[in-house]
């Protein structure tokens, strides 16, 4: 059984928007613990696009801010990834991650990850 379930990606034009959602399993610690999203595009390494903090803090790399919007909802164990204003360089694979620590660029020591969403934006 996948720890994190995520749903199903999509192929948007440049502008359009995107919800990605995943949703932990009991067996997933989803209280006091860091959540986020990473990304890899082909040919490119994997990084941290969005983290939420133990403290609710938010924080997204320079190239999403203000088009990204990380959140939760405990009550359904989610986490979700909205994302407008999308660019052909937001293409990649989006994994959600849960875990006690989400570092930069790309690992989470401890964390559990989602099987991966393709986002495709076309120009």
């Known amino acids: 059984e996948e720890a994190l379930v995520q749903s199903e990606g999509g192929s948007v034009q440049a502008g359009g928007s995107l919800r990605l959602s995943c949703t932990a399993t009991t067996r997933v610690p989803f209280h006091d613990t860091e959540m986020g999203w990473y990304r890899q595009a082909p040919g490119k390494r994997c990084e941290l696009v969005s983290r939420l903090a133990r403290d609710g803090t938010t924080d997204y790399i320079e190239s999403v801010k203000g088009r990204f919007l990380i959140s939760q909802d405990l009550g359904k164990r989610s986490l979700y990834l909205q994302m407008n204003s999308l660019k052909s360089d937001d293409t990649a694979n989006y994994y959600c991650?849960?875990?006690?620590?989400?570092?930069?660029?790309?690992?989470?020591?401890?964390?559990?990850w989602g099987r991966g969403i393709q986002v495709t934006v076309s120009p």
């Open positions: 991650v849960v875990g006690p620590r989400l570092l930069r660029p790309c690992t989470a020591p401890g964390g559990y």
